[in-house]
């Protein structure tokens, strides 16, 4: 039983990083293997792809998700969505409820329905169980294909290129490759099924039309651009008919209304471009946007973003300055200023500008992380850590606030909650050698025991992960 899951995973790996998913059926394993598979499944891919873990941007597209799953019958399982920090167009879904979104698809959208469509979409996959049931056809496909195409992955995540992917594709030849890829029949279902989720949700479709346009047109810019949406999901032509067709048929019907362009989608979109496409493309998107008519605050502040990204911190507070002109009491422009000042050792005016932050939102996020940054800069670890506490209660988890709770904890000489923290953030890194050594000091000098029963369970966790990535 444990070979058969370990070989399940590494085809899980392969189905899902590159999109692969089987036929549609009533049958497939049940709940809780899946969720199990899920598990395995998240440490393959998050060991080989960077996880966005901006609150701003995985916030907004978690609500958009959520939105969707609201109009869903009861769920067998939480869905999760996250942003993979990567410049291609591609999505994908796992086991269990897990639906990844690349950062250059979502860069490559204009408006919240584009975003809604592929999520929708990929929300369908889950709850037609093409997942489970592929998973359960594939208990037939050798160990030396599965062992070949993880293989595969491995040296293509790691930067393996064109041999990666030859090794992959000659294991998938060898081991009945057919059998790996989505159906024309998957995909129209995907879209049927999604379709009605949207309109359930008060989009119209049209977005997820739009946005395929895109990832179409861009493979003509060459075979070498072809997108990876297009080689995993296939059967594109016939399924933008379809939905031509569904949305046409439903022009004489009432409609729901229609979300605009939303202020959030332009705020998390201009952040992504700023803070994590190419640097020098960041810089040319908003300087050309800011020559048009359609500049708005939203342009200037992800301009700043940008220049104070590129060490322009003076053009940055500028950038930021005019965007507050017009929204003068927006806290995350506010929090914006204040992120540039603490980059320019403007300690004091960083202070003040996060704090009429907080005043306006107290929860806001990028004010308490750069609150706790400068109070650390300003040898005040107590407030410091007060900062990043306030910011895990509210469920952030990005792995950075770990590591400066850390370095607070440090600084006031409480070394358990230090190393614990330290440990917390490499864990979250897949670092698992440095977080095997964080935590093994912070159970050393911890008396706390449920500090205790967590750093056990982790080191336990780290001990199963390596092992695993060492037989894999």
């Known amino acids: 039983m444990h070979a058969f899951k370990k070989n399940i995973a590494g085809l899980i790996a392969f ?162 490759s057919a059998s790996l890829a989505y159906s024309r029949e998957n995909e129209i279902q995907a879209d049927q099924v999604g379709m009605v989720y949207l309109t359930e949700a008060g989009y119209t479709g049209e977005g997820l039309v739009s946005v395929l346009n895109k990832i179409r047109a861009k493979q003509w810019y060459g075979s070498d651009q072809v997108p990876t949406y297009l080689m995993t999901h296939p059967a594109l032509e016939d399924r933008m008919a379809y939905i031509d067709t569904y949305l046409a048929s439903r022009k004489k019907e009432p409609q729901a209304s229609r979300p605009v362009n939303t202020k959030a989608f332009q705020l998390a979109h201009a952040r992504l471009i700023a803070l994590y496409s190419d640097e020098k493309v960041a810089l040319s998107t908003f300087e050309a946007a800011l020559r048009s008519e359609t500049a708005d605050a939203i342009t200037y502040y992800g301009y700043g973003l940008a220049l104070a990204r590129a060490g322009k911190n003076e053009q940055a507070v500028t950038a930021l300055k005019k965007a507050l002109e017009t929204e003068a009491f927006n806290p995350i422009f506010l929090a914006g200023l204040g992120r540039v000042y603490f980059l320019d050792r403007r300690y004091q005016e960083a202070l003040t500008t996060i704090a009429s932050a907080l005043s306006l939102d107290p929860q806001e996020p990028e004010a308490l992380f750069f609150l706790g940054r400068t109070r650390l800069e300003l040898d005040q670890p107590e407030e410091a850590q007060a900062a990043f506490e306030r910011l895990l209660k509210q469920e952030i988890v990005a792995k950075q606030v770990y590591y400066f709770l850390g370095k607070a904890y440090g600084q006031e000489g409480k070394l358990a909650e230090a190393y614990l923290n330290l440990g917390r953030y490499y864990y979250l890194k897949h670092d698992y050698t440095n977080a095997r050594i964080h935590f093994k000091q912070a159970l050393e000098k911890t008396q706390d025991p449920d500090q205790r029963r967590e750093i056990e369970g982790r080191l336990k966790e780290i001990k199963e992960i390596l092992k695993a990535l060492k037989e894999s």
Request: contains cysteine; hydrophobic residues 45%; glycine residues 10%.
């Open 15 to 176: 189905a899902f990083l590159s999109g692969l998913i089987g036929p549609p059926a009533a049958t497939g394993i049940t709940i809780k293997e899946e969720e199990d598979l899920a598990r395995e499944f998240l440490r393959y891919v998050t060991l080989q792809l960077e996880i966005i873990d901006d609150p701003i941007i995985v916030d907004y597209v978690n609500s958009v998700g959520k939105r969707i799953l609201a109009k869903l019958p009861p769920q067998p399982f939480p869905y999760h969505f996250y942003v993979v920090n990567q410049e291609v167009y591609n999505a994908f879904a796992t086991p269990a409820g897990h639906v990844f979104i690349y950062s250059g698809l979502i860069a490559a959208m204009d408006n919240e329905d584009e975003l809604a469509g592929i999520l929708a979409h990929e929300i369908s996959h889950v709850t037609c169980r093409h997942i489970s049931q592929k998973i359960e056809r594939s208990k037939l496909i050798n160990i030396a294909t599965l062992a070949g195409i993880a293989a595969g992955i491995l040296l293509g995540a790691a930067g393996g290129g064109q041999a990666a992917g030859a090794l992959t594709m000659g294991s998938m030849a060898a081991g009945q």
